[in-house]
């Protein structure tokens, strides 16, 4: 029965996650439920072995009380209840997400008020979660067994003589080891891990092997990283330094104003500019033609949460926590802000919502922001969204107002959050902005209306021409992938479009955002960048257009003025991967074991981790450098540069 709950809760994860695994036919699709057997039964083994226990111990006097039956009854019932209700509600996150949830989910919601607010919204959105935990509750209480205690056993003396208690204790002991073999996972030397799926199916398949609640156990109080020693530290130097000097210290230094606006859940699928379709974002596609635009972008995870410290400290997540969360966030680090308040800037923090979100307010004095603006330095509900905070429209205006009287030179980072579930807008623009394929669609349009009066607005500030831009995305959001040649938001899209397009599903292209910087009557920073670049390079790219003279530590490099071939970092399921042009490598922490190209092959078929041996070497090497100082900076508290 609990097998069956955990087949039903996987089938509810890929119906609901369908366009994700439109490629996977029904043969595979049966192989990857067949693999997922093995974690599914270590998490019932786990869960259920007090379960196990009391039903294999020989004590049939015990066994013949309705109490005691009706006690293991409820147990098996509230546990296994529990466990695939856990499993659906993280199959509707990680629409939102596409990870499946670790253990760091559980500090998110039991320290954020925002679960709190969120919470009836999401029930009545996803009532039927509960709905079917009824049935299931009705269907168990109706076909579990019930205990009719055997005639020929002396209940009242609880006689059996000595062969019977033998046997009965030899049958115990084997299903207690069939239950420690099962909560292992195995006969193998070491339990089974999260990076155990990857060795039967594809890296964008794990998430259908897996399943959440296993996900969260065995992350549960892993607080602290393993060191990686792949190389001495000269030669790991060598493949890959986080120390990054300046292009030329005789430049003096540029006070420019520096604005980061950074976009809550827009996908580069979204960006018509970026894209062979109109997409969502008209004000975004003007002003890339004026900007310097990055074609190959990717944030380095996949939760707001990741994109702050990527690109404030240049950290990328390589870990289960986010740093924000980790035992390392006391860690010292050197970042932007801290640079820039060493040149007198004037440095704040915009976030229209709930002071303590995603602990925002604690991070921005962490990176030593000056000031910080929420909802409640807005002081104004009516515009609050009912959920997350104040809408983008009229905070982004209370941020160009703020600028406004802001001394220059001044650092200012906005992070935008209407588009964001549950995808409200104000009552007055409700008819303005059209459905699309996807409800959050309608918000990325408004949002990206609010850039647009933003900008307006700001142009006509006298610190507008003396300020560079940046605009990110913190990570992408939901995707959605014609099947067909067929109309998609009144646009044809051909066969080879729609290929490029199954990009945006695999282990790189889920990534991917849009990532531009525009700086008003700088012609040399218009143009189109294939280069390969992440949320870390956005740090050192901004200290380097200023001129800034001395070295840094950053996981990033420059973006502008740089020949070295792009990279970006990703922490997938468990496995570390590093993209590179049109390829991408995985590495178990071990050993590299897939690389594909993203291109030719965007379903990721085609491993030629053995056909492509100098690329695989150097993709290795490269990202075991990264793995090794990533590890070695963090436990050994050595983030910045040693002077």
């Not at 979660?129 to 067994?145: E, M, Q, S």
């Not at 520096?258 to 596609?285: C, H, K, M, W």
Request: hydrophobic share 40%; glycine share 4%; with cysteine.
């Amino acid at each position: 029965m609990a097998l069956v709950l955990f087949f039903i809760s996987r089938l509810f994860f890929y119906i609901f996650n369908y366009n994700l695994y439109t490629e996977v036919g029904l043969f595979e699709l049966t192989k990857l439920f067949f693999y997922g057997l093995r974690f599914d039964l270590s998490v019932i083994c786990y869960f259920n072995s007090l379960f196990i226990l009391l039903h294999i111990i020989p004590w049939p006097k015990l066994y013949a009380k309705k109490s005691f039956q009706l006690t293991l009854l409820g147990y098996f019932l509230i546990t296994n209840l529990l466990l695939t209700i856990g499993n659906m509600a993280d199959s509707i996150y990680f629409h939102f997400v596409q990870k499946r949830s670790t253990a760091d989910v559980f500090k998110l919601i039991f320290t954020a008020d925002d679960f709190f607010i969120l919470l009836p919204k999401f029930l009545s959105d996803y009532w039927y979660i509960l709905g079917l935990a009824i049935v299931f509750f009705i269907v168990i209480w109706r076909i579990y067994p019930k205990y009719n205690p055997p005639a020929d056993i002396n209940i009242a003396n609880n006689k059996r003589d000595i062969l019977q208690l033998l046997y009965e204790l030899t049958i115990m002991f084997i299903f207690l080891g069939l239950a420690l073999i099962g909560a292992r996972g195995g006969l193998q030397l070491k339990p089974l891990t999260i990076i155990d799926a990857s060795k039967n199916v594809k890296a964008a398949h794990m998430p259908l092997v897996l399943n959440s609640i296993f996900t969260c156990m065995t992350t549960y109080n892993h607080k602290y990283l393993e060191e990686r020693n792949y190389f001495s530290n000269e030669e790991a130097v060598n493949y890959y330094s986080v120390i990054k000097y300046p292009s030329d210290d005789s430049l003096e230094f540029r006070n420019k104003n520096v604005v980061v606006l950074l976009l809550e859940s827009f996908s580069r699928e979204y960006v018509g500019a970026l894209n062979n379709y109109s997409g969502y974002t008209p004000f975004i596609d003007s002003l890339s033609r004026h900007s310097l635009v990055f074609e190959n972008a990717y944030s380095n995870g996949l939760r707001s949460i990741d994109a702050i410290p990527a690109i404030i400290v240049g950290l990328p997540t390589l870990m289960d926590d986010p740093f924000i969360t980790s035992s390392y966030s006391t860690n010292s680090t050197k970042g932007l802000v801290e640079i820039l308040n060493e040149k007198n800037y004037h440095t704040a923090f915009f976030h229209g919502g709930n002071t303590g979100t995603m602990n925002f307010d604690g991070f921005a004095s962490y990176a030593g922001f000056k000031e910080y603006y929420g909802r409640e330095e807005y002081d104004n509900d009516k515009d609050y969204d009912g959920h997350w905070g104040i809408y983008d429209e009229p905070f982004l205006q209370y941020f160009a107002k703020k600028l406004n009287s802001f001394t220059q030179p001044f650092f200012a980072f906005e992070f935008t959050l209407s588009s964001h579930y549950p995808y409200n807008l104000p009552a007055h623009h409700q008819d303005r902005f059209p459905e699309g394929t996807l409800k959050i669609h309608r918000v990325v349009r408004y949002t990206d209306y609010s850039l647009k009066k933003f900008f307006q607005t700001a142009s006509k500030m006298e610190w507008y021409n003396n300020t560079i831009f940046v605009i990110a995305a913190d990570h992408p959001a939901q995707s959605v992938i014609p099947n067909t040649t067929n109309d998609f938001e009144n646009h044809e899209i051909s066969v080879v479009d729609q290929q490029k397009m199954r990009y945006y599903k695999n282990t790189s292209g889920r990534y991917s955002i849009p990532m531009m910087i525009f700086v008003p009557n700088d012609t040399s920073m218009v143009g189109i960048s294939s280069k390969t670049v992440q949320q870390t390079d956005l740090f050192p790219t901004i200290l380097d257009y200023l001129n800034h003279n001395e070295p840094i530590y950053a996981f990033g490099t420059r973006m502008i003025n740089d020949s070295l071939e792009g990279l970006a970092v990703h922490y997938v399921n468990g496995l570390y991967q590093i993209t590179s042009g049109d390829y991408c490598l995985l590495m178990d922490g071990t050993n590299s074991i897939y690389l594909y190209n993203n291109i030719k092959d965007p379903g990721h078929n085609n491993n030629l981790l053995n056909s492509n041996h100098k690329l695989s070497l150097e993709l290795d090497k490269t990202i075991k450098a990264i793995v090794q100082q990533y590890t070695s900076g963090m436990i050994r508290n050595k983030l910045m540069v040693e002077k």
